[in-house]
């Protein structure tokens, strides 16, 4: 089972094009449609699953550490960003859960990037 879902797990990326459904915001004004945008995070995959084939070594290890360190840096600011605007005027929940979804989607797109990146170089 284990060899199976890496052999599909560059598939997983298109679940990312759920995430086109965020935009049916702007005519439903519904907060719960801001969420989809989180689904761009799948995109990660594309890169992601075809790392998920080779060996992991310990240079693999260490290269997925050196990215999580650097990739750490983005949900801290949207935690910061979320906190301080709690206490602004433009503190909507529309912007809390845009930021949300946007912060979580670019953690897991710059994860992969690096991780990518470090695997390659």
């Not at 086109?20 to 801001?34: E, I």
């Amino acid at each position: 089972m284990h060899n199976k879902s890496k052999k599909f797990a560059s598939f997983y990326g298109f679940f990312g094009f759920f995430g086109c459904f965020g935009f049916r915001y702007f005519s439903t004004h519904d907060v719960g449609d801001l969420f989809y945008f989180s689904f761009f995070a799948f995109f990660a995959f594309f890169l992601i699953g075809r790392l998920a084939k080779e060996m992991h070594d310990e240079r693999f290890l260490e290269n997925s550490r050196k990215a999580v360190a650097k990739t750490f840096y983005i949900p801290m600011l949207a935690v910061f960003l979320i906190g301080w605007s709690v206490a602004q005027p433009f503190g909507t929940k529309e912007f809390i859960v845009i930021v949300s979804a946007l912060a979580w989607a670019s953690s897991m797109l710059t994860y992969a990037a690096l991780f990518y990146y470090y695997e390659k170089h």
